[in-house]
């Protein structure tokens, strides 16, 4: 059958669209979909499966972590059903990155996103934010629309840099452009929009620095470093000029809508249990007295859309310092790799899956990162996974071209 040589591509298509909708009414339609893409990869890409488990178990400890935090939670029966789902979801985001070549999994993400964010301007869903209402569409709220859109124009952006790239994606990269800006700026979401921005120009400067040798690229980010240290001088000035921009120019609260009252909640929990934590999500979603009152106290009255929005402190109280530890550690291992490959073989699509984990990482100190059923999941093991990608010096990247390992029984296709 034609179609499962591109079973990998249909299916991530599909699991992105399906893991960024986030409808209540349709939660179970969709997870149920989910589990049967993800078997079908399973049957015929059997191989795939098991390179996940043998070389990527580090990148999947802390999920693991989580599930296995319902032996010690205070809401047992919530901390392992959730915790599956997310393992579940984590290892999806690994499969993908293990099926597809990072220049293919771009493609698909343009596609896939460039769909989506139309969907979501037809169903015209709205949210409220500090600002009014403003659209969410699909998603659960703006700062989810907001990313979507953000990716958008780095993937569109991505492709548009990328060499032999068919006429009909160039075309849907160009569309995609406005499209996005549009939505980021609709959103009234401050990360968002400095995210996009940095972002952009970030992708574009690797691009750029590809010209150069390894070691040329290694000594104009010396020569970077030297040239900006000075000015580490101003940064009580810098310091002073972000608050103004933030808080008085786009008019954000101090207290970042509420976050540092939930952050100083946070930081009392994980003194209470550092080592091991109260389990995955049973502070939001279990009947202790903590609970209650942080529900109470945020005028929450359901905790499965609710966190402490940062992403280390979310890890800390549910799954404790242990949790913290794999979690910290992925981020050095990864974190290194990416820089080692932007220095020695940078590609757009590597450069951009890299610049995807830097602003997830960013982000995580503001926000929940990854999460059970999230597009942003698999977006973020992708790019784990693509650090340690070693490609083949020629421009054009074929699945031909990947490791032996990760090819798992993929039938020839055509390179794009």
């Given at each position: 059958?034609?179609?499962?040589?591109?079973?990998?591509?249909?299916?991530?298509?599909?699991l992105?669209?399906?893991?960024?909708?986030?409808l209540p009414?349709?939660?179970?339609?969709?997870?149920?979909?989910?589990?049967?893409?993800?078997?079908?990869?399973?049957?015929?890409?059997?191989?795939?499966?098991?390179?996940?488990v043998r070389?990527?178990?580090w990148l999947?400890?802390?999920?693991a972590?989580?599930?296995?935090?319902?032996?010690?939670?205070?809401?047992?029966?919530i901390?392992?059903?959730?915790g599956a789902?997310?393992?579940?979801?984590?290892?999806i985001?690994?499969?993908?990155?293990?099926?597809?070549?990072p220049?293919?999994?771009?493609?698909?993400?343009?596609?896939?996103?460039?769909?989506?964010c139309?969907?979501?301007?037809?169903?015209?869903?709205?949210?409220?934010?500090a600002?009014?209402?403003?659209?969410?569409?699909?998603?659960g709220?703006?700062n989810?629309?907001?990313?979507?859109?953000?990716?958008?124009?780095?993937?569109a952006?991505?492709?548009?840099?990328?060499?032999?790239?068919?006429?009909?994606?160039?075309?849907?990269?160009?569309l995609?452009?406005?499209?996005?800006?549009?939505?980021?700026?609709g959103?009234?979401?401050a990360?968002?929009?400095?995210?996009?921005?940095?972002?952009?120009?970030?992708?574009?400067?690797?691009?750029?620095?590809?010209?150069?040798p390894?070691?040329?690229?290694?000594w104009?980010?010396i020569?970077?470093?030297?040239?900006?240290?000075?000015?580490?001088?101003?940064?009580p000035?810098a310091?002073?000029?972000?608050?103004?921009?933030?808080?008085?120019t786009?008019?954000?609260?101090?207290?970042?809508?509420?976050?540092?009252?939930?952050?100083?909640?946070?930081?009392?929990?994980?003194?209470?249990?550092?080592?091991?934590?109260?389990?995955?999500q049973a502070?939001?979603?279990g009947d202790?007295?903590?609970?209650?009152?942080?529900?109470?106290?945020m005028?929450?009255?359901?905790?499965?859309?609710?966190?402490?929005?940062?992403?280390?402190?979310?890890?800390?109280?549910?799954?404790?310092?242990?949790?913290?530890?794999?979690?910290?550690?992925?981020l050095?291992?990864?974190?290194?790799?990416g820089?080692?490959?932007l220095?020695?073989?940078?590609?757009?699509?590597t450069s951009?899956?890299?610049?995807?984990?830097?602003?997830?990482?960013a982000?995580a100190?503001?926000?929940?990162?990854?999460?059970?059923?999230?597009?942003?999941?698999?977006l973020?093991?992708?790019?784990?996974?693509?650090?340690?990608?070693?490609?083949?010096?020629?421009?054009?990247?074929?699945p031909?071209?990947?490791?032996e390992?990760?090819?798992?029984?993929?039938?020839a296709?055509p390179?794009?």
């Open positions: 059958m034609a179609l499962l040589a591109f079973l990998p591509e249909i299916a991530a298509f599909l992105l669209i399906g893991m960024a909708t986030q009414q349709f939660g179970a339609i969709i997870a149920l979909a989910e589990f049967a893409i993800v078997g079908l990869l399973f049957v015929f890409r059997t191989t795939a499966f098991i390179e996940v070389r990527w178990w999947l400890l802390m999920p972590i989580a599930t296995l935090s319902g032996f010690w939670s205070d809401a047992p029966m901390s392992f059903r959730y789902q997310y393992l579940f979801t984590c290892i985001g690994v499969l993908i990155a293990c099926t597809m070549t220049r293919r999994y771009v493609q698909v993400l343009l596609v896939a996103l460039f769909v989506f139309i969907l979501c301007i037809v169903n015209g869903r709205q949210g409220t934010s600002e009014g209402w403003v659209l969410i569409g699909l998603t709220s703006k989810q629309m907001a990313y979507a859109a953000q990716i958008l124009m780095l993937s952006i991505a492709v548009l840099l990328m060499r032999n790239m068919p006429l009909q994606l160039k075309a849907v990269a160009v995609s452009l406005p499209l996005s800006a549009y939505l980021v700026a959103t009234n979401s990360t968002a929009v400095l995210m996009a921005v940095g972002g952009s120009a970030a992708l574009m400067g690797l691009w750029w620095a590809q010209r150069l390894p070691g040329g690229r290694l104009a980010l020569g970077a470093l030297v040239v900006l240290s000075p000015l580490t001088l101003l940064i000035e310091i002073e000029f972000i608050d103004h921009f933030v808080f008085g786009l008019g954000k609260d101090p207290t970042l809508t509420g976050r540092t009252t939930l952050w100083a909640h946070a930081d009392a929990l994980i003194a209470e249990r550092p080592l091991l934590g109260y389990g995955y502070i939001w979603m202790s007295s903590e609970t209650i009152g942080l529900k109470r106290l005028g929450v009255e359901d905790g499965r859309q609710f966190h402490f929005h940062h992403a280390f402190r979310i890890v800390a109280v549910d799954t404790g310092m242990v949790g913290l530890a794999a979690f910290v550690v992925m050095l291992l990864v974190g290194f790799a820089l080692k490959q220095l020695l073989r940078p590609r757009v699509e951009f899956f890299f610049l995807i984990f830097a602003l997830m990482v982000r100190f503001t926000d929940a990162i990854i999460g059970p059923f999230s597009m942003h999941t698999l973020f093991f992708a790019a784990c996974v693509y650090a340690f990608w070693g490609m083949q010096p020629a421009e054009e990247a074929a031909e071209q990947a490791p390992a990760w090819r798992a029984r993929r039938p296709t390179a794009y």
